[in-house]
């Protein structure tokens, strides 16, 4: 059995779509057990089948705004995230799930789970859809807005091994997230970065990606340092945001418009549909010395239940043992 | 008169969409007059109209692909561009429409026009549509991708000037783009140009802007440095280019879609349109000792004039001497 750490509480929909999700879970996945942390009378509310679900009555809530995140940790060592992580380091659990804060989460799975021996920097990294119909890995999505060379190349190293492991990608291409297409483009930084994968043998470097390629990018796996990523990802929302306000405004204009508009209303529907990351899962924060998957915050039941389901895949294929090995190799 | 040099040559549909764009231009406003600089055999084809017209036979092309932008130049002085940057030089000119490659005219611009003598860096200021219907002064797009605190002023000087002389805005606020709103976020970049933002009285800082306000932000000019704004810029046509596939597939899904998106046509192209920068013109080459626009490579003869017009109203209102005498102020 694979058991994995539900926070309950964190989350903008908790405890109502993370118990839906995780009763989800249990139905649709045959090797997994779920602890539920969280307030044991709130959770009774939604929890209609108890099948290897148990609860653990967790005390204080790390709120979703938090502006001090190690500080949120460090006080709330009975939060329903705290206890979550904390059931991982002590091998109660494989994996942990959570919707929470994203910097409270990332600070939490340092503290409480710990990072990998070798591992200089964790990353975290969420997948985004992409033109073709599957996804693409983002790294780093904000851990580590200034970050050495060489750090790009062990989290490179965990990327390759989730995305064949976890997402079944034979030979899984990364590209560096640059300004232009030929190499020498960018900062230090970037031609630092591309000579060291060019010259590394475990990673299928592919060369620089253009951001205007960024739904249809040519690689399984794209790479750039936490700022520069977290600038294209936001620069996504935006986008998708913006251009569906004026899709909006302009397609309701005339009775024609309106009368089209309302027959096109269940393709725009699923359109909205397609551009939600929620399908797809949450972000594997990397490096740590256990798996923890951060889901969206605005989860719904089944964005929350693949965040479960993606957690078993990592579990069940050992991913985290699999990059130890690789950074050990590295070390003799 | 203002005085315009036109590279008639470069641009992915030279020389007909500028000849056709020069034109309009003289048209539409009184106060220029206008020099051609190409092919004119070429040149001819499409003139059909001289009024404030002249043409200058030019010598060799940069091509839109140029790898090595200083070499083209220096090896190509007798071309469209070169002649057209060295005729403001020789104050034949106030002013260069050029849609040709964009390094290629960077580089020209530093060796032939020359840069203001206390700007310490150019930057080139394109203007993207935003939800609100307006447009936003993107700076910088590509010039400089690793970059002092101190030019960043500097360069937000030039902006203010700009957005209050050339788009009418009042008091223009300028926002940081970055990871987050709060103050203290960001590279270590980031937390210095804040500090010396906020102590500015010269410049109106509204703080940090967020990538997914892009399309609406709570500002007139938005800044970073050239990398940063070049990932942000190139991220938002890859959203959009990404985004209109998905919804071209999506909206076509049966019958009643399709039929739908047949009433809506007429919607979905003004919302292309929105979109599409061409109607706003191009953007501005800051710091130089004369006026230098780049129209994008994939102008019309809309687009064009746009940059023209652009062009005119810059010499007009004397942005150049207005910053220049801003610098010289910060010297004493």
Known sequence: MIKIAIDAMGGDYAPKEQV?????????????ELTLYGDETEI???????TRIHIVQSDGVISMGEKDPIGAIRGN?????????????ENENDAVVSSGATQALIAGAHI?????????RTAIAPLIPNVKGTSTIILDAGGNLEIKPEFMVQQAYFATVYSKEVLGVENPRIGLLNIGTEPGKGRELDKEVSLLFEANDKINFVGNVEPK?????????????GFTMNIAMKTIEGTAKGMGKILKTE?????????GMLLSARNLKNFKYRMASDEIGGAMIYGLRGVVVKAQGSSKSNGFYNGIRQAATIVRNDVVNKV???LESEVL
């Open 213 to 225: 390629d960024i739904l249809d990018p040519p690689c399984d796996i794209l790479i750039s340092d």
């Open 112 to 120: 409480l789970v710990g990072r990998m021996k070798q591992m200089k």
């Open 44 to 50: 009774r509310k939604y929890l209609t089948d108890e």
């Open 77 to 89: 060592r009975k939060s329903s995230m705290a206890l979550a992580l904390s059931s991982v380091r």
């Open 324 to 326: 130890q090995a690789i």
């Open 251 to 259: 397609l309701k204009k005339g009775i024609l418009g309106k009368l």
């Open 20 to 32: 839906e999700g995780s009763m989800k879970a249990v139905k649709m996945i045959d090797d997994i």
